[in-house]
Nanobody, 122 residues
Framework: QVQLVESGGGLVQAGGSLRLSCAAS????????MGWFRQAPGKEREFVATTSWRVSRTFYAASVTGRFTISRDNAENTVYLQMNSLNPEDTAFYYC???????????????WGQGAQVTVSS
């Protein structure tokens, strides 16, 4: 049974930083693209960042490029999202995702975590 467990969410002031972690089990981690999506109240779930398993390429949404960094540790079966220069528009539920495609879409992800709340106050 695949499990993705996020941690590291919380409340932070604008301009601050948070680091999300996602521990994966029940899958061959090194053969999955791992990523982060987010969903704000009243909005659709949107892509944030992914790190592909084929050649360790990373992709970012335009809104987080230069502020967020995704990384993975295949030995620990964990993917991270370092979030810097946070602003209130980053407030959302952040979901860890695992999929075999290189750049999965929100409607095509194979496995989801339960999510972690990130709240950025102004």
């Amino acid at each position: 049974q695949v499990q993705l467990v996020e941690s590291g969410g919380g409340l932070v002031q604008a301009g601050g930083s948070l680091r999300l972690s996602c521990a994966a089990s029940g899958l061959t981690f090194s053969t999955y693209t791992m990523g982060w999506f987010r969903q704000a109240p009243g909005k659709e779930r949107e892509f944030v960042a992914t790190t592909s398993w084929r050649v360790s390429r990373t992709f970012y949404a335009a809104s987080v490029t230069g502020r967020f960094t995704i990384s993975r540790d295949n030995a620990e079966n964990t993917v991270y999202l370092q979030m810097n220069s946070l602003n209130p528009e980053d407030t959302a539920f952040y979901y860890c995702a695992a999929d075999r495609s290189e750049v999965p879409t929100a409607t095509g992800v194979a496995y989801w975590g339960q999510g972690a709340q990130v709240t950025v106050s102004s």
